[in-house]
């Protein structure tokens, strides 16, 4: 890619947010004590594709500086499970989110900037979750684009394939959830018997169709495991759910898109909680990290200078 020019071929770019069925209950008048739990999130469905430096994606290429080192970590105690550790060697970090605002709408940048990007060190870290170990940039595409790098960065010569994304475009869709393990304040204990009954009688479960535990801006952290908040190490605030990276996506039920159905299905009498993927599509889905059976999601704190993040791995 030649110096100052961004590469983007909007040819590839997934048009616009995805079709989704609607919920198929009022959330709020079966369960009260759900009452404004309601938030906002942003799938963004993670598709295998091309992108280019100037497209939002996981996975893809990055809009990088061209004056700007590729990042590196020499952590000494990341290594890869079941071979010998590396040590301190630098290993080359890997892109996993590059997110322009023009795209997703829902997120909300720091002054002055409009890309986000995210990667990691692709080996595990004993001190760090045992998982990844990434880093977060927001930047200003009006200075980045004046002189950006060849699209080629160097690829680490040592990796754990589970944290090594495969190239995905994305489509920013926007939906309303309902908490998962933020239910365990007291709450989920209390609705337990009669979430059980409503799964029963409706033949689907609430946290089935209300719930979202796939690659998402905003909304719920995507919990598999009882949930780890953070409080910001500057000013002890809670911190804010930025976004999560995680293993799965829906190849069935109510979140998986309408355009991305199995045509043999009558879609006029088959319920969306039991759709299934068209077997056609279905390899294009997600980007090929287990993460653990979970993933990675990310917190920022907006009132502190400089908007400290932090990461929490579940699994």
């Not at 616009?16 to 709020?28: C, H, K, M, N, S």
């Amino acid at each position: 890619m030649p110096s100052g020019h961004i590469h983007q071929d909007t040819s590839r770019r997934p048009a616009g947010p995805r079709p989704l069925a609607p919920i198929p209950f009022d959330v709020e008048a079966v369960f009260p004590e759900l009452a404004g739990t309601a938030r906002t999130t942003t799938l963004l469905y993670p598709r295998a594709g091309r992108p280019g430096p100037g497209d939002s994606s996981i996975g893809g290429p990055l809009l990088w500086p061209a004056d700007e080192p590729w990042p590196t970590c020499a952590e000494p105690d990341h290594y890869k499970p079941l071979h010998a550790p590396v040590g301190p060697d630098p290993v080359a970090m890997v892109p996993v989110v590059q997110l322009y605002a023009r795209d997703v709408p829902g997120l909300v940048f720091p002054t002055g900037t409009d890309l986000l990007q995210i990667l990691w060190c692709p080996l595990v870290h004993e001190d760090d979750q045992y998982a990844a170990n990434p880093r977060l940039h927001w930047r200003n595409t009006a200075l980045t684009a004046a002189d950006v790098a060849d699209g080629k960065p160097p690829r680490p010569h040592i990796a754990e394939q589970d944290y090594v994304p495969r190239p995905c475009t994305v489509s920013a869709t926007p939906a309303v959830e309902y908490p998962i393990w933020d239910l365990l304040d007291g709450l989920g204990e209390q609705l337990g018997e009669r979430l059980e009954a409503f799964r029963e009688e409706r033949g689907f479960g609430y946290f089935e169709v209300a719930t979202t535990q796939q690659s998402k801006v905003g909304g719920y952290p995507s919990w598999t495991q009882p949930r780890d908040r953070p409080d910001c190490s500057g000013c002890g605030t809670r911190m804010e759910h930025l976004l999560s990276v995680t293993a799965t996506e829906p190849g069935s039920g109510r979140w998986l898109p309408l355009d991305e159905r199995n045509p043999s299905q009558d879609q006029a009498t088959t319920p969306s909680w039991r759709a299934e993927a068209d077997p056609a599509a279905l390899d294009t889905f997600g980007h090929h990290m287990y993460l653990g059976g979970g993933g990675m999601d990310f917190f920022v704190c907006r009132t502190c200078p400089n908007t400290p993040y932090t990461h929490r791995y579940d699994r």
